[in-house]
């Protein structure tokens, strides 16, 4: 063995050993549930991986996310060419509609279409304030 591969092994003896203490004492602190809850009600277990504790997911659940994740898209891109001009039909509906489905199942779908929501309300205050004021 090398002298750059024991200094390796040394250092990181030296960082694990440092470092447990602080980790075992957050670990009591934030005790992992043995389940937790679904979306749908019932309990899902738990699984480790690599000291990582995620939670297991199901191949309905799964198979749910892709086909709302095709459908979601889809409608977005049909939406987006329905609404350039010259083009009929309700454009800018199918569009808010895909990106509704995909707001169900991803929360930077649910940012993106609170963030439209927040402007459409902006916008359409501006408007309604400049209807109220008298004609110069």
């Known amino acids: 063995m090398s002298l750059m591969s024991r200094l390796a092994e040394r250092r990181e003896a030296h960082i694990l050993t440092r470092c447990e203490p602080h980790l075992e004492a957050f670990a009591r602190s934030c005790p992992m549930p043995s389940r937790s809850p679904s979306a749908t009600g019932d309990e899902v277990p738990l699984r480790e991986i690599d000291g990582i ?3 297991k997911k199901s191949w309905g659940r799964r198979s749910r996310r892709i ?4 459908l979601g898209v889809a ?3 049909v939406g ?3 609404a350039v001009p010259l083009v009929p039909g309700p454009g800018l509906l199918v569009a808010i509609g895909g990106a509704a489905l995909l ?3 991803y929360d930077w779908a649910k940012d993106a279409l609170n963030w439209a929501q927040d402007k459409s309300r902006g916008s359409r ?12």
Not at 67 to 70: E, G, I, K, P, S
Not at 126 to 134: A, D, H, I, N, T
């Open 53 to 55: 504790t995620t939670e």
């Open 67 to 70: 086909v709302v994740t095709l």
């Open 75 to 77: 409608l977005t891109i």
């Open 80 to 82: 987006v060419v329905l």
């Open 103 to 105: 707001a169900s199942e």
């Open 125 to 136: 205050q501006r408007f309604k304030e400049r209807r109220r004021r008298p004609a110069d």
